[in-house]
């Protein structure tokens, strides 16, 4: 026969307060990555979803805006997302 152990409402007190500070101890750890300042034409390219066309038109007319050092164009990731909260479309305005 197996031993029967009797648990308390003290010991799931206890058990709680445990787990609950190994929860917060694990998450003072985590710290979320920063989203990097300037992303290159395949991270937009990737991040969006865009092709290279589309993207290129994009630059070309004005609607996002780039930064070329030498034949590189960097793209900042906040004016990226300033522009998608602009372009938000509400229900119903299709």
């Known amino acids: 026969m197996g ?11 206890n058990f709680k307060k445990e787990l609950l500070q ?4 694990m998450l003072s750890r985590y710290k979320p990555e920063e989203p990097k300042r300037w992303l290159k034409t395949y991270e937009v390219k990737k991040m969006l979803g865009l092709s290279a066309g589309t993207l290129q ?3 070309n007319n004005g609607t996002l805006k780039f930064s070329m050092i030498g034949n590189l164009a960097y793209y900042d990731y906040s004016e990226i ?3 998608m909260e602009k372009r938000r479309i509400s229900k119903g305005r299709l």
């Open 3 to 13: 031993v029967v152990e009797i648990v308390t409402k003290d010991d799931l007190a």
């Open 81 to 83: 997302m300033e522009l």
């Open 57 to 59: 038109t994009m630059r």
């Open 22 to 25: 190994e929860i917060e101890a």
